[in-house]
């Protein structure tokens, strides 16, 4: 299947509007749905995979390289949705079904390393009955185990510790992850266009019909056109929308993370309490990330990284383990949450952990323009099926989402520069 071309002009030849048929004629081929999605974090990369399997011709569009915003700044935990089951108990289901599944269809990213909840103090063991309940309704396998066995499996545990319960969290890596479905969305026909900056939308009496964008890779401006474009741009979703005359409800929430110059733990170690700031330590390779503080922000660029919330990040993950207040820290940094409310008040921790999508021809009267923003990384490939159905509406195509069974491709298989011309290529080599 011919792939969009990067240039203009390459766009223009190959793909060509039907009039009066909302489709494209693909040069060589049948006539496909073209569909942009904006965004290529966990998000809009599933997307880009699910839809190139139902067979529409896609374009992923991002304004840096892949996973450069939220995703990439995330403290990589693979939720077993125990941090949910007690509020949110939707998400905690979620999170656990998504959990399996891509252990099992990209085990190359995953870290299989269980988790800990511990308790510290009498507060937190009071918090055992209704953690052990929020799990169970919600499908989340536990086991409860004591001082001395929590010790055993994690020697640098609070000596303190009263009991633990043990869950089948994860660690992956965000960046191999968000490059396995890139890749496997390349190999079915996907054209990927990373550090193109989204500046605009097309639209004309029908809707959104395409983007306009600058390519920072050679200066230069392009108007991609297509039947349907898919805002998948994380906290930037709300800002994006509002380009087209769309609205999304984004709470950007922006949060803290300490990385520690050590791997402290085998597991994730959580704190069995309400959700609250230092309340995980997360091992990522070498290292063991300390998260996160919560606060709802405005302006998403830069989101800061307050002093006092490093210093509250080491404290409290000391209260978890000791080491971490003598362990050099290796890094500190922000990201912004997308998440789903009204409640603008809300400092983030009270949201559910959600997601959903909009139709903006049904919300805003503006078709051609869909929205979807919320949860997280563990449930981008669930996010991505609920697209993809969406779409499927839309379009009429009744075709089933097969991102369940597929396996992905190893992340090294990612083409930065593969869809570039030849001619263009030795420009942009590092």
């Not at 996973?67 to 905690?92: F, I, M, Q, W």
């Not at 209260?319 to 940094?333: E, G």
Request: proline share 6%; hydrophobic share 40%.
């Amino acid at each position: 299947m011919p792939r969009v071309g990067v240039d203009t002009d390459i766009d223009v030849r190959l793909i060509q509007s039907t009039p009066g048929r909302g489709l494209v004629q693909v040069v060589g081929s049948s006539h496909l749905e073209s569909i942009i999605v904006m965004g290529a974090g966990s998000t809009g990369a599933a997307i880009a995979h699910d839809l190139a399997l139902r067979g529409y011709l896609v374009t992923l569009v991002e304004r840096g390289e892949i996973a450069s915003g939220t995703t990439g700044r995330n403290h990589a935990l693979l939720h077993s949705g125990g941090r949910y089951a007690v509020k949110d108990p939707e998400a905690a289901q979620e999170c656990m079904r998504e959990n399996q599944i891509l252990r099992r269809i990209c085990p190359g990213v995953i870290e299989q390393v269980g988790g800990l909840f511990v308790a510290i103090d009498e507060e937190d063991e009071a918090y055992l009955v209704s953690f052990l309940v929020g799990c169970a309704e919600s499908g989340i396998p536990t086991e409860v185990i004591g001082r001395e066995e929590a010790l055993r499996l994690e020697p640098e545990l609070n000596p303190a510790v009263r009991l633990a319960v043990k869950v089948p969290d994860g660690v992956f890596d965000p960046f191999r992850l968000v490059a396995s479905f890139v890749a496997t969305a390349q190999a079915n026909g996907v054209r990927v266009l990373p550090f193109c900056r989204v500046v605009g939308f097309v639209q004309d009496g029908r809707g959104v019909s395409g983007v306009r964008v600058v390519s920072d890779i050679r200066g230069s401006a392009m108007e991609l056109k297509a039947d349907l474009v898919i805002n998948a741009t994380g906290p930037w979703g709300g800002k994006v929308a509002e380009m087209a005359g769309a609205r999304v409800p984004v709470m950007p929430s922006a949060g803290v993370m300490v990385a520690l110059d050590r791997r402290l733990s085998r597991r994730v170690v959580n704190r069995l309490r309400k959700p609250g700031d230092g309340d995980i330590i997360v091992p990522q390779r070498a290292t063991s990330l300390i998260g996160t503080t919560s606060w709802t922000v405005d302006e998403l660029e830069p989101v800061p990284v307050p002093r006092d919330h490093i210093i509250r990040m080491v404290e409290e993950g000391a209260r978890l383990i000791p080491a971490a207040r003598h362990t050099p820290i290796k890094a500190s940094f922000s990201s912004a949450r997308p998440l789903i409310s009204g409640n603008l008040e809300s400092d983030g921790r009270e949201v559910s952990r959600g997601f959903q999508t909009f139709d903006h021809g049904a919300r805003d009267g503006i078709p051609g323009l869909v929205s979807v923003s919320g949860g997280k990384t563990t449930t981008s490939r669930a996010m991505a099926e609920h697209v993809g159905n969406l779409i499927g509406r839309l379009t009429g195509r009744d075709i089933p989402c097969r991102t369940a069974e597929v396996p992905l491709a190893p992340y090294y298989q990612y083409r930065l520069l593969g869809g570039l011309p030849e001619a263009r290529r030795e420009a942009v080599a590092p």
